[in-house]
């Protein structure tokens, strides 16, 4: 099993714990990974409110070379999940404008045909790994642990360039991920909405609030931590929880888990590999809960 990995910005720069945590699950299950060479940016959509040919031609370079090399590409970010989605469907919809595209990749000897597959690391490991094969994997028991599931927006709409009609499944992947782990999955209203992260820099306000309120709520829940699919989430949501809940005026101290982080737990692997030390949250009383602290 062999994907063409698309590690995003952020996982090598704002949360350099997520990429090494998701190499090392990967290699342990036998996914192979082969690093797209050179990749760009995928303008995490506020590139493409600026201006969407540039946007678009920049993720038609990742996938014409992910397509050249006949591979799906996998991404452990939802929001270049999403974008790259949306850049491929507008592509695939419209063959002039594909064509326009070409146009600019055929500097660099590139050419998409409109046919690479894009799928984040948690839709892998349930429709391609299979969740059976993923068990025989876990050593470390999670029962006892209570985690809240956060999608944020980008992987779970525009539903129609993310497949949810041809995958109805996706919309609950992290509850079915959480439970597959042997956890409980804590259920809150704002799983599938935004963090706040988009408007943190033009309303830090709302964006605290948005923060506060989804933290709160998972807390009052009786969340031991979260979980997130997005790097860009887990930003705001774990750095920005400080400075939510002095908004807030009360104490929240939730922790907050890159998928990879959460399931390397459950793979045995300590929380010093998994990068745990370096949230802003700490995660020293959900590993010791766990019996995973040293």
């Known amino acids: 099993m062999k994907y063409a990995f698309y590690p995003g910005c952020v996982s090598q720069g704002g949360a350099p714990e997520l990429y090494p945590a998701a190499t090392t699950i990967c290699q342990r299950l036998g996914i192979e990974l082969q690093e797209i060479r050179s990749w760009t940016c995928c303008g995490a959509g506020v590139m493409q409110e600026r201006n969407q040919l540039f946007g ?15 591979l799906t590409i996998m991404t452990i970010c939802s929001t270049c999940q999403g974008v790259i989605s949306q850049a491929n469907k507008r592509m695939q919809d419209d063959p002039e404008y594909l064509a326009q595209i070409n146009t600019h990749l055929a500097e660099e000897g590139l050419e998409y045909q409109g046919t690479a597959q894009i799928k984040h690391l948690l839709w892998i490991l349930i429709e391609d790994y299979g969740l059976d094969q993923l068990t025989e994997h876990l050593t470390r028991s999670l029962d006892g642990l ?37 956890a409980t999955a804590v259920d809150f209203e704002g799983k599938t909405r935004c963090c706040g992260f ?92 766990l019996g995973a602290a040293r």
């Open 56 to 70: 678009d031609v920049l993720n038609a370079r990742n996938l014409a070379k992910a397509e050249r090399d006949g």
């Open 146 to 182: 209570r985690i809240a599931p956060f999608y944020g927006c980008y992987i779970v709409r525009p539903t129609e360039a993310l497949g949810i009609e041809e995958h109805p499944e996706r919309q609950t992947s992290l509850e079915t991920l959480i439970q597959t782990l042997g």
């Open 198 to 289: 988009p408007i943190l820099t033009i309303n830090e306000r709302n964006s605290m609030a948005m923060v506060g309120k989804h933290t709160s709520e998972a807390k009052d829940l009786g969340a031991d931590a979260m979980v997130t699919p997005c790097p860009l989430c887990h930003l705001n949501l774990d750095g920005f929880q400080p400075k939510a809940a002095k908004q807030a005026q009360r104490n929240i101290d939730l922790p907050i888990l890159h998928l990879p982080q959460l399931i390397g737990l459950a793979m045995g692997i300590s929380g010093e590999d998994l990068g745990l030390k370096k949230h802003i949250i700490s995660t020293t009383p959900l590993q010791v809960k």
